[in-house]
């Protein structure tokens, strides 16, 4: 069993940042690799980015490439969300979540929801324009 909790969301304006965390415990952290989903209201959730265990491949999606970048500290088991120039259509319930290890050899995996075997409650970003 493994518990995930983020922090970080708020209120922000169009351009400015923000930093997800996601504090892991209960099972090895520096073994999984962990990845980020948003869900805005009425729409799916929607993959933003992963982190395999040792930080050497990262993924984005598309909406979100050139402006969030993921990171990891496997000593504090907490994985970052690092969100700069957000627009109003970044709002969204953020989720982390850790990688089924079964999912792990291949890449083709990392952005979809039922590769992820556990996943936190959210947090609110909400970007005003």
């Known amino acids: 069993q493994v518990q995930l909790v983020e922090s970080g969301g708020g209120l922000v304006q169009a351009g400015d940042s923000l930093r997800l965390s996601c504090a892991a415990s209960?099972?090895?952290?520096?073994?999984?690799?962990m990845g980020w989903f948003r869900q805005a209201p009425g729409k799916e959730r929607e993959f933003v980015a992963v982190?395999?265990?040792?930080?050497?491949?990262?993924y984005y999606g598309d909406s979100v490439k050139g402006r969030f970048t993921i990171s990891r500290d496997n000593a504090k088991k907490t994985v970052y969300l690092q969100m700069n120039s957000l627009k109003p259509e970044d709002t969204a319930v953020y989720y982390c979540?850790?990688?089924?290890?079964?999912?792990?050899?291949?890449?083709?995996?990392?952005?979809?929801?039922?590769?992820?075997?556990?996943w936190g409650q959210g947090t609110q970003v909400t970007v005003s324009s």
């Open positions: 979540a850790s990688l089924d290890q079964k999912y792990s050899a291949g890449t083709y995996h990392y952005s979809r929801q039922y590769a992820y075997e556990y």
């Open positions: 209960g099972r090895t952290f520096s073994t999984y690799a």
């Open positions: 982190i395999t265990w040792n930080a050497v491949y990262t």
